[in-house]
Each structure stands twice: as C-alpha cells, then as structure tokens.
C-alpha cells in the first residue's frame, strides 16, 4: 500500500499528500483496491507461502502518526492477507526500516512471520512471536560483513544464534 504510494507519487509528494490524511485515505484505498486484484489472483496459485513487502516506515521508524497506520493501512493488509490465508497460503511481512512498533499491528493483521533487518531489535519479537511466528531476520548487518573484521562478523552470527534457537522457525537473513 506504502510503496505503491511512493512508486505512483515518489517521496516527495507522498509526504505531501500524507500532510492530509483524509484525502490521504482516498488515495491509499485506491492503491489498495487495485493491490487487492493482484491478492486474488495470487490466492488462486499454487504458492505455499506469500511475502508482502511495503516500505511503510523509514530507518529511524513512522512518517507517518502511528495512529494513521492503526485506522488507515493495517486494517487494509488484514483484508488483503485474508484473502490469500482463506487459499491457505502463509503471509510474511517485510518491510525495510524500523517497523518495531508495528510489530503487534502486523501480527493482529494477520501476518504468520516477520522479515526485518538489523535495525529493529531481534530481541523482544523473539521473545514475543518466536514460538507462534516465522522469523527472518538476524543481528548481522551487511556492513559489518563488508567493513569490519572476522570477530565482529562472528559475534553477530553467534548472537542471532542465541535467539534464532528459541524460534520454532526462524531463517537467519543478512540485511
């Protein structure tokens, strides 16, 4: 919904337009009518499992009131994942940035697992959704890969690997 916003519009003028949030709605819903086509169609597939990635938040979080998610987008990504959970397919959320204040909305929407990066803490969604979620994330970031020596990477690996064996299904993912 998010980034069809900012494919359609780019930054500039979707924060533009977010200035209104009533005419701001009207927008979304039309982003989310046309979205809700492609869930049909993708319901009627084979695929086992569906990732839904919208960059809703920026890396520092909302740009949106938290409040204006709450009332506007995440009741929309409940219809559009009920529509491919009814096919009994999987939802996986993903979104770049630090979405961990949403992380009980994307789950009440109706999400089975969460993909995020390293910026949002892998700590409390572990311990929160780790027995009742998918999680793929970590605590490695790609510039410690890049930039940094063999015993920072090793102790990023070593402490995702304390949580992700908490998890009942957890996939270590480098973002």
């Not at 569906?50 to 987008?73: A, E, L, N, Q, T």
């Not at 979405?99 to 892998?122: C, H, R, T």
């Amino acid at each position: 919904i998010v980034s069809g916003a900012i494919e359609a519009f780019g930054w500039d003028a979707l924060l533009l337009g977010a200035s209104d949030p009533e005419k701001f709605e009207r927008v979304l819903d039309s982003i989310f009518q046309q979205s809700l086509h492609h869930f049909k169609a993708w319901a009627q597939t084979s695929i086992d499992t569906f990732i839904c990635h919208d960059d809703m938040v920026w890396s520092m979080g909302p740009f949106i009131r938290p409040s204006f998610y709450r009332k506007v987008i995440f009741p929309r990504y409940h219809q559009l994942w009920s529509v491919l959970k009814a096919a009994g397919k999987k939802v996986l959320f993903c979104s770049d940035g630090n979405w961990s204040v949403f992380v009980d909305d994307i789950a009440a929407a109706g999400a089975d697992g969460f993909i995020f990066e390293p910026m949002m803490a892998l700590d409390p969604v572990v311990e929160k959704y780790g027995q009742t979620h998918v999680i793929m994330a970590s605590k490695v970031d790609c510039t410690t890969m890049a930039l940094k020596r063999k015993p920072d990477i090793q102790a990023e690996i070593a402490a995702t690997l304390l949580f992700a064996r908490q998890c009942t299904g957890f996939v270590f993912d480098v973002g």
